[in-house]
């Protein structure tokens, strides 16, 4: 966690997506228009003798990611034909955001992934097309991370 005497940052060193990208099995998703990725604490519930407050033990991690891909190609084909035939269909993902203006670049890698769900085809009129996927990982590491310009 950062400091209590960070200064001010300047808007520049906010961050926009604009040049976030996502990589699937080593294989650049220039398409992609959204990507998420997050860890799900898994507790139980604790009480002790003479507190009104609950606490909580951390027992396990859940790590689920998202990704919204605008449609060129019938993506979903390969992956529902494996789910078909009984196949667990498993991924690596890379996710970058970067941003010029701020000078940093976060990347994170998923190893390890499995699909929960995929669009199989999805369309309203006057509108780009976009495939839904998500699902979970075991597996995070942090290939690189942006430092806190406010310390």
């Known amino acids: 966690m950062s400091k209590s005497n960070r200064t001010k940052p300047s808007a520049g060193k906010l961050i926009s997506g604009t040049h976030g990208i996502i990589w699937i099995n080593g294989s650049k998703c220039y398409e992609v228009s959204k990507f998420e990725a ?3 604490a898994d ?5 002790f003798a003479g507190d009104m407050i609950k606490d909580s033990k951390l027992m396990s991690l ?3 990611w998202s990704a919204t891909i605008r449609k060129i190609y019938s993506y979903a084909k390969t992956i529902a034909e ?5 196949e667990d269909v498993r991924i690596t993902l890379i996710g970058q955001l970067k941003d010029p203006d701020n000078g940093g670049t976060e990347k994170i ?17 006057g509108s780009i097309c976009e495939d839904e996927l998500s699902g979970g990982f075991t597996e995070i590491s942090y290939l690189n991370s942006i430092t806190d310009p406010c310390d």
């Open 62 to 64: 859940s790590g689920e």
């Open 82 to 86: 494996k789910f078909i035939s009984g």
């Open 109 to 125: 890698q998923l190893s390890n992934c499995w699909f929960d769900e995929v669009t199989l085809q999805s369309f309203e009129g």
């Open 38 to 40: 997050k860890l799900s």
């Open 43 to 47: 507790r139980e519930e604790i009480q």
